[in-house]
């Protein structure tokens, strides 16, 4: 899993993540890595596979699952939206639509599904935000984790025009 990227419409690093912790964005940007060209078809997340790609550490799904209902809980509270090229049109959407936590299986497992308005942030990109996983999940602090996304974002220009 060590070349896995993450690539996005830049319109979701608009979105401030400030109450997740630095656990709850690995979880969260390691379901979008997989979730790019998906489409609306449900994805499932073995925990393994999900305790892989984010690079968790605790071992007891009691609390994997404690994490992954918290992070799913605080991206309930984002508010995404779609803004016309005029801005006079503005839409407001939840990114997944169903997110189902399956422990009673042999193999438990996660299965999620974007909601139809939320494609154009993953999929059909015509500009993107592109880097490694495992670099994003190194960084340790949730101040570095966002900033690190913003530059990211302007990696092939050089530059950022801030106001």
Request: aromatic share 14%; glycine share 4%; hydrophobic share 35%.
């Amino acid at each position: 899993m060590s070349n896995e990227l993450i690539k996005y419409d830049p319109e979701l690093n608009t979105i401030p993540l400030r109450k997740f912790t630095p656990i709850e964005m690995n979880l969260f940007f390691s379901i979008i890595s997989r979730m790019r060209d998906k489409g609306d078809q449900t994805v499932r997340f073995s925990f393994e596979q999900l305790k892989d790609l984010s690079n968790y550490k605790p071992t007891a799904n009691n609390r994997f699952e404690d994490d992954i209902q918290r992070t799913y809980e605080k991206l309930m509270g984002l508010h995404f939206g779609r803004r016309s090229k005029s801005g006079l049109n503005r839409g407001m959407f939840v990114m997944f639509t169903k997110f189902r936590i399956v422990d009673e299986a042999d193999s438990p497992y996660i299965n999620i599904e974007v909601y139809k308005d939320a494609l154009p942030l993953l999929s059909n990109l015509d500009t993107w935000v592109r880097y490694a996983l495992a670099e994003f999940r190194d960084l340790r602090s949730s101040y570095a984790k966002p900033a690190f996304r913003l530059l990211k974002g302007f990696r092939t220009t050089g530059y950022a025009f801030l106001s």
